[in-house]
């Protein structure tokens, strides 16, 4: 269908035309995730990119405990749910069983970064053909609000009413340039859906991550940087704005190793 730009059927007139094509991974069911969420727009770009790649087909997706599990509502791929954390561990044994398959991991901070340390650790560590998408909100989301890992400096939530304090919890973790480190991760980066520039850097990072899981078969990450307002306590577009403005300065974006087109020294650490 053609549709104007707010929505409603085009008059005739060409200038007004904006034709809206849902990808074909991506299942036609209205989204159940709290206005400002995220998620959404990362779904789409992987059912983009995928099937942009041909890989759906071929696809075995892990989603884990929170609110990556319900990749599974939207995303037309075959899934496995694994318990909370547990996402690379499930996928390595995915890729050991299949090697002929595409291997997805999709989790949040709280997944990867807390409860799942050691299993995204290691699974890189081992170098696993899988390609892992990471949506970092600072937070949890699915249960309350709750400080993760990753929640800034400062940052109010329901375990810390009174704002992070590193005396007290700690420094906010890099994890995906903790992971860079391991000679065993081909592709490391971090994007961010704060707007509509951010959101296409993003999912040319998530196409290299793919593409170097095909080519070369090891470990890749893309850590995308999202929103959660409800968990903020914040409007949808007031997270945005805070997503643009400050997130990077804690989680800085780009390419933070491609030993594929960068290589790394001897020794394996990146440059």
């Not at 599974?72 to 398959?101: M, Q, S, W």
Request: glycine share 12%.
């Amino acid at each position: 269908m053609t549709l104007t730009r707010d929505g409603r059927p085009t008059t005739g007139w060409p200038e007004a035309r904006v034709v809206y094509r849902r990808p074909d991974l991506l299942s036609d069911v209205s989204t159940h995730y709290c206005p400002g969420c995220g998620h959404g727009i990362v779904h789409r770009l992987l059912a983009e990119v995928l099937g942009d790649l041909g890989l759906g087909p071929r696809t075995i997706a892990v989603a884990p405990v929170g609110c990556a599990v319900f990749a599974y509502d939207y995303l037309r791929l075959d899934f496995v749910e694994a318990p909370h954390g547990r996402a690379p561990a499930v996928a390595t044994g995915v890729r050991r069983v299949r090697p002929d398959a595409f291997v997805l991991a999709y989790q949040g901070d709280g997944d990867l970064a807390a409860i799942g340390t050691a299993e995204i650790v290691h699974a890189a560590a081992r170098g696993e053909a899988i390609t892992v998408i990471f949506v970092n909100n600072g937070i949890y989301g699915m249960t309350g609000g709750q400080m993760a890992p990753t929640t800034l400096l400062g940052q109010r939530t329901t375990s810390t009413p009174g704002g992070r304090d590193a005396r007290t919890a700690g420094y906010p973790l890099p994890i995906t340039e903790m992971l860079a480190l391991l000679p065993g991760v081909g592709y490391a980066a971090r994007g961010s859906i704060a707007d509509p520039a951010s959101v296409g850097k993003a999912k040319a990072m998530i196409r290299r991550a793919c593409e170097v899981q095909v080519a070369e078969r090891v470990f890749a990450i893309v850590e995308i940087l999202s929103t959660c307002p409800v968990g903020w306590g914040v409007t949808p577009r007031e997270a945005a704005r805070h997503l643009a403005d400050d997130v990077p300065a804690t989680y800085p974006l780009g390419v933070i190793v491609d030993r594929f087109r960068d290589p790394a020294p001897a020794g394996g650490a990146p440059r």
